[in-house]
């Protein structure tokens, strides 16, 4: 069970667009359409913004959109705005052991 | 509105236990899987375990098999997870989240464990 790979840090001016990858393998990322990404702020708790690979909860902008390719998921943040900056994790669903979730190593965005 | 309260967090030594709660709200309680999510200081979320509808299935992450238990009271719309033989690195903030199918979309706002002496 071990982390999904994401890049530590990723940033970008207001209005630019950005992407923040996640690479597992084919027991996780690849195998299943059951990637999902979440913002957290400091002190919050994490809140879903992406399910199922590229589907968005009702409430969640549509500046936030998702895809993958292989064993690789990525969030795109387009249009981007200060209230971004925040981490972002992705999760997947996983059958390495038992069927469980494994989280991904984080992604500081940073609004220029 | 979804709500999902924990209680139950504090200070205990390794070797101890500690009983979690979550208190749900919002929406039809025995209709959904529930799962718990902890985050160690300036760690990433780590799922911990996870639990059918009616309870007749219930999932653990590797490193607390056999010392944690799932379990949920449909009646009292709640949740519990039961930490046994705790250690140092079970030191986080424990989230109860409704997990409807593959993904958590609401989250409480969590409860700190500290195992330390």
């Known amino acids: 069970q071990s982390a999904l790979t994401q890049p530590a840090s990723v940033s970008g001016s207001p209005g630019q667009s950005i992407t923040i990858s996640c690479t597992g393998t084919?027991?996780?990322?690849?195998?299943?359409?059951?990637v999902s990404w979440y913002q957290q702020h400091p002190g919050k708790a994490p809140k879903l913004m992406i399910y199922d690979v590229s589907n968005r909860p009702s409430g969640v902008s549509n500046r936030f959109s998702g895809s993958k390719s292989g064993n690789t998921a990525s969030l795109t943040i387009s249009g981007l705005q200060a209230e971004d900056e925040a981490d972002y994790y992705c999760?997947?669903?996983?059958?390495?052991?038992?069927?469980?979730?494994?989280f991904g190593t984080g992604t500081k965005v940073t609004v220029l | 509105e979804v709500q999902l309260v924990e209680s139950g967090g504090g200070l205990v030594q390794p070797g101890g236990s500690l009983r979690l709660s979550c208190a749900a709200s919002?929406?039809?309680?025995?209709?959904?899987?529930m799962g718990w999510v902890r985050q160690a200081p300036g760690k990433g979320p780590e799922w911990v375990a996870n639990i059918k509808e009616d309870g007749s299935l219930k999932y653990y992450v590797d490193s607390v098999k056999g010392r944690f238990t799932i379990s949920r009271d449909n009646a009292k719309n709640s949740l519990h997870l039961e930490m046994n033989s705790l250690r140092a690195e079970d030191t986080a903030v424990y989230y109860c989240a409704k997990h409807p199918n593959t993904y958590f979309d609401y989250w409480g706002q969590g409860t700190l464990v500290t195992v330390s002496s």
């Open positions: 919002g929406f039809t309680f025995s209709a959904s899987w």
């Open positions: 084919s027991s996780d990322v690849g195998g299943y359409n059951y």
């Open positions: 999760t997947s669903y996983s059958t390495s052991s038992t069927p469980s979730y494994v």
